[in-house]
């Protein structure tokens, strides 16, 4: 990994909530894993770079200069339960997050109140009264700050898309009887949904949210934009068919987007592990065109950026990344920047903010 630019802080007063993160501790499984790094599918590169990603390297980002005030973990898969029913596992993250919520919450780190919304992951092709279970114990266990479910659809026929996420959920899933009777039960719990998919299965997306108005949805990452494998070189080949979808989603107003992961290695552009690491001008001349899109079709009150650290890091530091961002929000208003950066976040994911 390049050294990577120490830059200026833009417009550091400016209040952020960081909507998407997560934490992991994957050392273990990455000395297991034994393969020659160069070689690795870009994903797994950058675990390698982050395999340890707890509450002391989230505080090193988000005291790194911009303010910081709140955060919401996005699930993992990180300490899930050894032990006990299968569909109980992953609750285990909920209580794991929970307590590193309650460190921040005392203020003896700092002023970020980390983790202060927490989405988990549920199977939610399970019977209904499996779910139900579920989603209880999750609330339960978050201790006044479980937000959601993500239950991530991501699926490609090339397994060189996803690389070592291939084959973790069926083709289709968002639109499968199992799925969406468990998906029904969200609403009942006053849950919200976080999607992830890829660029050509938005129209799964938008009929998941046709279906469901009463469900807030979240796409997270713009709708993952592809240039590897497959569609190296033709992401901006696919610019339109991705815009035209993101405008038909935009028409569902129970769904809202996440600006970001657009550094991830699906995205394939050029500041992926660079030799020379990017600044943030050439990160925001990269993400520009996604993120001006999304802006215009959803409004500012619908969208959200979000670092996905410690994913994006194979394209930036957390500094960089959030520098990139206020360069492409420029032009917007005072008033767009505080949803942007800020508000809208806080009001999908009902987080009472610190007093300021």
Known sequence: MPPRPVED????????????????????????????????????????????????????????????????????????????PAERRPVGETEFVNGVAAMCASGTYGNTRACAGIV???????????????????????????RGIRHSGSYHADPAVLGPLHGRVPEGLYASAEFRAGFARLAAHGLSFDAWVLEPQLPEVIDLARAFPDTPIVLDHVGTPLGVASYQ???????????????????????HVKL???????????????????????????????????????????????????????????ATLWNAFKRIAADRSAAEKRELFAGTAARFYRLELPAA
Not at 138 to 146: I, K
Not at 298 to 305: D, H, I, L, T, V
């Open 9 to 84: 802080i833009l417009e550091p007063d400016l209040p952020i909530v960081d909507p998407h993160h997560h934490l992991w501790d994957r050392r273990a499984a990455m000395a297991a894993a034994g393969d020659d790094p160069a070689t690795r599918h870009g994903f797994l590169r950058v675990v390698d770079m982050s395999a340890r990603y707890l509450l002391d390297e989230l505080l090193v980002d988000t005291g790194s200069g911009h303010n910081v005030v709140a955060t919401v973990f996005v699930e993992c898969r990180s300490m899930w339960r050894k032990d006990g």
């Open 120 to 146: 988990g992951h549920a199977d939610l092709r399970l019977p209904p009264a499996t779910v139900d279970a579920v989603l209880e114990a999750h609330v339960a266990a978050g201790g006044g700050r479980f």
């Open 233 to 255: 070189g033709r992401r901006e080949e696919r610019f339109d068919i991705w815009r035209r979808n993101i405008r038909t989603l935009a028409e569902c107003p129970n769904v």
């Open 260 to 318: 970001g992961g657009l550094a991830m290695v699906f995205c394939g552009f050029p500041s992926f592990l660079s030799e020379a690491a990017a600044p943030s001008e050439q990160l925001a001349e990269e993400w520009r065109p996604y993120i001006d899109e999304c802006i215009d079709a959803f409004g500012a009150k619908r969208c959200m950026f979000e670092s996905n650290f410690p994913v994006d890091l194979g394209s930036c530091s957390y």
